[in-house]
């Protein structure tokens, strides 16, 4: 929703006597917020804040095991605090949704050639 869009937003809340101004306030604070940055975009501020810090290199060393599909020790995120840890969880969470629709996206590639191979015979 833009922000142009707040004053009617307001005069229709206020219509209804059911809604209170805690229920407003609430409801206005999530059309102002902003969206949530990815944990991957996190990530990259972080790395890029301080390249050699120890956390900045555990979320490397995970990144680039993700990219080329090795093996990365679990062991490592254990050094991480909480908050960082949790963000590690997000970057797999996230990294394994991107696959599966990037996968789609491969397997309806292959789809449309095949069909057109059909086609053109």
């Known amino acids: 929703m833009e922000i142009e869009n707040l004053p009617h937003l307001l005069s229709r809340l206020g219509r209804n006597s059911f809604i209170n101004n805690e ?3 609430f409801t206005i604070g999530i059309f102002l917020r902003e969206p949530e ?3 991957i975009k996190k990530v990259r ?5 301080e390249p050699q810090d120890q956390t900045a290199q555990i979320f490397s060393h995970l990144i680039l095991s993700l990219v080329e599909e090795v093996d990365f020790s ?3 995120l ?5 908050a960082d840890f949790q963000l590690a969880m997000d970057i797999l969470q996230e990294w394994r949704l ?3 629709y990037m996968g789609k996206a491969k397997t309806f590639d292959v789809a449309l050639q095949a ?3 059909v086609k053109t015979v």
């Open 115 to 117: 069909l057109s191979l």
């Open 78 to 82: 254990y050094l991480l605090n909480s």
């Open 37 to 39: 940055m990815r944990a």
């Open 45 to 49: 501020l972080l790395i890029e804040q």
């Open 23 to 25: 229920l407003t306030t």
């Open 98 to 100: 991107d696959r599966y």
């Open 74 to 76: 679990v062991k490592d």
